[in-house]
């Protein structure tokens, strides 16, 4: 069944949407992740870390950023 909108209203999400939309949301948290792990040592040593468990702090400020971001939206 096809549903027309007015120009300038916004359709309501659907149970099946919003798990399907949170679920790609937390998907791209953890592929920041996976994709910064191979280059962690290079990251931190630019950044200035003392040692190697310094640089793994840049994961959690990551993932603080990412909530910040999520909180921001919502």
Known sequence: MTRFLKKGTIPELGF????????????????????????LSEIGRDLGAVDNNSSQLIISSNSRFENAKYNFIN
């Open 16 to 39: 099946a949407e919003f798990i399907s939309l949170a679920a790609m949301m937390m998907s791209l948290v953890a592929l920041s992740v996976d994709t910064m792990l191979p280059a």
